[in-house]
């Protein structure tokens, strides 16, 4: 069974995939629902998805309506519909009834101009051709209340018997996420973007903002939704959206575009894209920067910072992502991260590794003073996904500023562990950006191995490149953290 705490628990993404086909090919019924959670029981959760019907615009709700099939059609239609219908006894009629079926249908979708609605849950074809027959003698306002009611019975029998098949359909609705595809490595340039000015300091970095001179970025696009389903089922390519139009949609976008961020460029590409293709129910757009910095010149006898030559620079990169699912009112952010890619470090000195476990398998010698080289990727999530989009510079928080409080942590820190490191690192952020919600860390452990131990009249040594394999480490730090007690954390967050 599915517990009403089990669906507390979900977060948006979850609860889309195990309650979006509740409503015939109408996931952002479920999507809107999801706003009031958490839900005091099924019964709950059911009236919570009505109301957002009966709420929702006319237009919304006769798609809805069209959306179901004819009943007793041959026509591909969806799982629950197929199975309902097969129950009724509509998927096996001999030819005459499947006759006098049509004609009644046919009827009444000129009568009407939206298909016969009906719970069949129960039902047998004699109770289905008498409804039929009578409900075309109303009147067109008439029937079409009659047909949301019939919706929302046929959305509750779905939902109980979700619930009864629990852990099964949770892994059914694993499967059916992966329909999706789209274009990866999609480069473009952008030369005199708005720059990015006005961002809170902070006593660990410099930054202040980005001339955005140079604004390159290395995009991914997927999109998703049912009405694809049968270009991979049957190669029906009449709604697919080509790939290569996914890559000129998003280079000729950042043309258009007038923000100063990359969260910004995905916000505002990924809803264009929704606004262009109505059948498109998901869209998930990454970009990684390619970052670009300016170079030297000698300006009136005097080196000077150039304007117009810019270099390809650094290891690490900023990176954003955003996940939007179509809703009845626009779009609503499913999920949204911003990051920093392959931050490569390295401290000489005041590093550690002692007291771990030792035993048989133990061949790592303690190092009370060694050097540590790490790599990290870190992600942050903003409690309102707006203030990632760098509209307000002053609630940003820019991947450079990241970067330094990072740097500035190793160097203040006699590190005992990567672990240790990366949790200091975390805290920080969150006490000069309480605006995020968590970061998360992805490191691994590139320490050097020594070749000279002893240089005479030096405290230097000699080393080459590890021996794989590596170590790594994943983590992530709450508000929580910050919030709690702890005399052995660094507290520097007052400086």
Same mark, same amino acid.
């Not at 209340?145 to 949770?170: P, S």
């Not at 129910?281 to 030559?309: H, Q, R, W, Y």
């Not at 999530?381 to 190793?410: C, H, K, M, N």
């Not at 021996?467 to 992530?476: D, K, N, S, T, V």
């Given at each position: 069974?599915?517990t009403?705490e089990?669906?507390?628990?979900?977060?948006?993404?979850t609860f889309?995939?195990t309650?979006?086909?509740i409503?015939?090919?109408?996931?952002?019924?479920?999507?809107?629902a999801?706003?009031?959670?958490?839900?005091?029981?099924?019964?709950?959760?059911?009236?919570?998805?009505?109301?957002?019907?009966?709420t929702?615009?006319?237009?919304?709700?006769?798609?809805?309506?069209?959306?179901?099939p004819?009943?007793?059609?041959?026509?591909?239609?969806?799982?629950?519909?197929?199975?309902?219908?097969?129950q009724?006894g509509l998927r096996g009629?001999t030819?005459?009834e499947?006759?006098?079926?049509?004609?009644?249908?046919?009827?009444?979708?000129?009568?009407?101009?939206?298909?016969?609605?009906?719970?069949v849950k129960?039902?047998?074809?004699h109770?289905?051709?008498?409804?039929?027959k009578n409900?075309?003698?109303n009147?067109?306002?008439?029937?079409f209340t009659t047909?949301?009611?019939?919706?929302?019975?046929?959305?509750?029998?779905?939902?109980?018997?979700?619930c009864k098949?629990?852990?099964?359909?949770?892994?059914?609705?694993?499967?059916?996420?992966?329909?999706?595809y789209?274009?990866?490595?999609?480069f473009?340039?952008?030369?005199?973007?708005?720059p990015l000015?006005?961002?809170?300091?902070?006593?660990e970095?410099?930054f202040?903002?980005? &001339? +955005?001179?140079?604004?390159g970025?290395?995009? $991914?696009?997927?999109?998703?939704?049912?009405?694809? #389903?049968? %270009? !991979?089922t049957?190669? &029906? +390519?009449?709604l697919v959206?080509?790939?290569? $139009?996914?890559?000129?949609?998003?280079q000729?976008? #950042?043309g %258009? !575009?007038?923000g100063?961020?990359l969260?910004?460029f995905?916000?505002?590409?990924s809803?264009a894209?929704?606004?262009?293709?109505n059948?498109?129910?998901?869209i998930?757009?990454s970009?990684?920067?390619?970052?670009?910095?300016?170079t030297?010149?000698?300006k009136d006898?005097?080196?000077?910072?150039?304007d117009?030559?810019?270099?390809r620079?650094r290891?690490e990169e900023?990176y954003?992502?955003?996940?939007?699912q179509?809703?009845?009112?626009?779009?609503?952010?499913?999920?949204?991260?911003?990051?920093?890619?392959?931050?490569?470090l390295?401290k000489v000195?005041d590093?550690s590794f002692?007291?771990?476990?030792r035993?048989?398998?133990?061949t790592?010698?303690e190092?009370?003073?060694?050097?540590?080289?790490?790599?990290?990727?870190?992600?942050?999530?903003?409690?309102?996904?707006a203030?990632?989009l760098?509209d307000?510079?002053?609630?940003?928080?820019a991947?450079e500023?990241?970067?330094d409080?990072?740097t500035s942590i190793?160097?203040e820190?006699?590190?005992?562990s990567?672990?240790?490191?990366?949790?200091?690192?975390?805290c920080?952020?969150?006490?000069?950006?309480?605006?995020l919600?968590?970061?998360?860390f992805e490191?691994?452990?590139?320490?050097?191995?020594?070749?000279v131990?002893?240089i005479?009249?030096?405290?230097?040594?000699?080393y080459t490149?590890p021996?794989l394999?590596?170590?790594f480490?994943?983590f992530q730090?709450?508000?929580?953290?910050v919030?709690q007690a702890?005399?052995?954390?660094?507290?520097?967050?007052?400086?």
């Amino acid at each position: 069974m599915l517990t009403i705490e089990e669906v507390n628990q979900m977060d948006l993404k979850t609860f889309s995939r195990t309650f979006g086909d509740i409503f015939e090919d109408s996931s952002w019924i479920a999507v809107e629902a999801y706003r009031q959670k958490p839900f005091a029981s099924m019964e709950t959760l059911h009236n919570e998805m009505v109301h957002v019907v009966k709420t929702s615009d006319y237009q919304d709700q006769l798609a809805l309506i069209k959306a179901h099939p004819n009943l007793g059609t041959n026509k591909k239609m969806s799982t629950n519909s197929c199975d309902e219908q097969k129950q009724a006894g509509l998927r096996g009629l001999t030819i005459e009834e499947n006759e006098e079926l049509n004609a009644l249908n046919k009827t009444y979708m000129e009568t009407f101009d939206f298909p016969f609605i009906f719970a069949v849950k129960g039902k047998t074809k004699h109770d289905i051709y008498i409804s039929l027959k009578n409900r075309v003698k109303n009147s067109a306002e008439q029937e079409f209340t009659t047909a949301l009611d019939e919706i929302y019975k046929i959305a509750y029998f779905r939902l109980v018997d979700k619930c009864k098949k629990g852990d099964d359909h949770m892994q059914d609705q694993q499967a059916a996420r992966m329909l999706s595809y789209g274009k990866a490595d999609v480069f473009a340039y952008r030369t005199f973007l708005t720059p990015l000015s006005g961002v809170k300091q902070i006593p660990e970095s410099s930054f202040s903002g980005r &001339d +955005n001179t140079v604004f390159g970025f290395n995009a $991914s696009i997927e999109i998703g939704g049912p009405a694809f #389903l049968s %270009s !991979f089922t049957e190669g &029906d +390519n009449s709604l697919v959206v080509a790939t290569d $139009s996914m890559k000129n949609f998003i280079q000729w976008h #950042l043309g %258009s !575009f007038e923000g100063t961020t990359l969260e910004g460029f995905v916000s505002y590409a990924s809803e264009a894209f929704l606004q262009k293709y109505n059948h498109v129910e998901m869209i998930e757009l990454s970009s990684t920067e390619v970052p670009f910095n300016a170079t030297t010149t000698v300006k009136d006898g005097e080196l000077a910072i150039s304007d117009l030559v810019f270099n390809r620079s650094r290891n690490e990169e900023a990176y954003a992502s955003i996940q939007l699912q179509k809703t009845a009112g626009g779009t609503q952010i499913v999920e949204q991260k911003s990051g920093l890619l392959n931050l490569q470090l390295v401290k000489v000195k005041d590093n550690s590794f002692t007291g771990f476990i030792r035993d048989e398998y133990t061949t790592l010698p303690e190092d009370g003073n060694r050097p540590l080289f790490i790599y990290l990727n870190l992600d942050w999530r903003y409690q309102d996904p707006a203030q990632a989009l760098g509209d307000d510079p002053s609630t940003y928080v820019a991947a450079e500023q990241v970067r330094d409080i990072a740097t500035s942590i190793f160097h203040e820190m006699e590190t005992p562990s990567i672990q240790a490191l990366i949790y200091e690192i975390g805290c920080r952020v969150l006490e000069r950006f309480p605006q995020l919600t968590d970061i998360s860390f992805e490191s691994q452990n590139r320490t050097w191995d020594a070749v000279v131990e002893n240089i005479p009249g030096s405290e230097g040594k000699v080393y080459t490149e590890p021996r794989l394999p590596y170590g790594f480490q994943r983590f992530q730090v709450t508000q929580e953290d910050v919030t709690q007690a702890q005399p052995q954390r660094l507290t520097h967050s007052q400086n």
